[in-house]
């Protein structure tokens, strides 16, 4: 068996060939960094006291595999913090090292489902219009077999409008036989106007007259006159009141249900549907301030740990002159998994702790605290 070389005591980084993935290869301060990283995590093993069964290029793909893991806890984070913002916007550009503004495009997107429901309210979805012939003395219709659209007979909708009412009371306002009580043509003929048509009136009157006298007309009707209605069992059968006296045609509007209750609205490839497609890619390594790097550091270094305690476990003791010694394998794994998770759960607070609502609690502790202090700074007197 050919005897494998382990680390020497320095590396050499060469672009693409010393990291598996080459991520940051081409960025310099990171080749400059990875023989500097593989040095120090190698002499926090214990070099040169103790040799180090490992090599060059398991330092830097530790050192890859930190920075990796440094920009998913980051970008996971920004990705949570706005995907409210994010979800529904296109995946072209990638939003490395750029300012996300917070904004109502999710909220709005919710809201478009209630537009649907009110007068005038916007809507994701179109509402469809159609028309139904209603016959003299025929009160009973079943809408998806008679009206003239172009859905089918077994499609399910959701009835929104029927232009099923009575004229309004404006189109009668001269009306004679509208039985308002006004006493007009009695007054129009003490004047000399009896011998003009009935329906016109000649004297002015102020503007709250034509209002009540609309009301009374409305009200006349709804009391003495059969009101028009309608009833709608199962989004599908109508009946009309009063009873159809004549032939015409009937205006309503409509949604088709598995249109109104479908789950994609926009069928785009090029959407952000979850945190899954959010353009975030690697980071640029440079731009990582020193905070970050330290971290990045001390995860390398628990990578380094478990990779030598894995390398040393598959030789659990070595032969020695006249005797034989145990390998610290179990403790380097064990150190490493420590190490590894209270790193994450480092990263995890601090990033928590730069959310918008922990800001503004800590504004508002500071704020408080502040005024406070102001209490306490003696006030001068005045004498007037």
């Known amino acids: 068996m050919a005897k494998i070389p382990i680390w020497p ?19 310099t301060i990171f080749s400059e960094d990875a023989p500097k990283i593989a040095d120090w995590c190698a002499q926090r093993l214990g070099y040169p006291l103790v040799d180090i069964e490992l090599q060059a290029a398991n330092f830097f793909a530790c050192f890859e595999e930190a920075v990796n893991e440094y920009g998913a806890q980051l970008y996971n984070f920004q990705i949570i913090n706005n995907f409210h913002t994010l979800e529904g916007t296109t995946t072209g550009s990638n939003f490395n090292n750029k300012l996300i503004s917070p904004n109502l495009g999710g909220t709005i997107n919710i809201s478009d489902q209630y537009g649907n429901e009110t007068i005038g309210g916007g809507g994701n979805y179109k509402s469809e219009k159609g028309t139904l012939s209603v016959t003299s003395n025929v009160q009973n219709y079943d809408l ?15 009835i929104k409008k029927m232009f099923h009412y009575q004229p309004s009371a404006i189109n009668r306002y001269f009306d004679p036989y509208a039985g308002t009580g006004t006493g007009i043509q009695s007054l129009m003929q003490s004047f000399g106007f009896g011998n003009y048509s009935p329906g016109v009136n000649f004297m002015l009157m102020p503007m709250f007259f034509d209002a009540l006298k609309i009301q009374a007309i409305e009200l006349n009707d709804t009391i003495r006159k059969s009101g028009y209605h309608f009833e709608i069992s199962d989004n599908r059968y109508l009946k009309l009141f009063p009873i159809p006296a004549r032939d ?10 598995s ?4 789950p994609v609205k926009n069928s785009s490839v090029n959407l952000i549907t979850d945190i899954s497609n959010v353009p975030y890619t690697n980071p640029t ?5 020193e905070p970050g790097r330290q971290w990045i550091r001390r995860y390398a270094l628990a990578l380094t740990k478990e990779m030598l305690g894995s390398v040393r476990g598959k030789y659990q003791s070595m032969p020695i002159p006249g005797d034989t010694t145990t390998l610290d394998f179990s403790r380097l794994l064990s150190e490493a998994k420590d190490e590894k998770d209270k790193l994450i759960t480092e990263i995890k607070e601090l990033l928590e702790s730069t959310t918008r609502v922990k800001q503004l609690e800590r504004q508002e502790q500071e704020s408080e605290l502040t005024q406070k202090t102001f209490y306490k700074v003696p006030q001068p007197i005045f004498i007037a």
Do not use: M, R, W
Request: hydrophobic share 30%; aromatic share 18%; glycine share 10%.
């Open 9 to 27: 005591g320095s590396g050499s980084f060469t672009s693409g060939s010393s990291t598996p993935f080459g991520f940051y290869d081409s960025d």
């Open 248 to 257: 015409y045609t009937l205006h309503f509007e409509y949604q088709i249900k």
């Open 144 to 158: 998806l077999s008679s009206i003239s659209s172009s859905i089918s007979g077994s499609e399910s909708v959701y």
């Open 285 to 289: 390594y440079s731009f990582i301030n």
């Open 259 to 262: 249109v109104a209750n479908a």
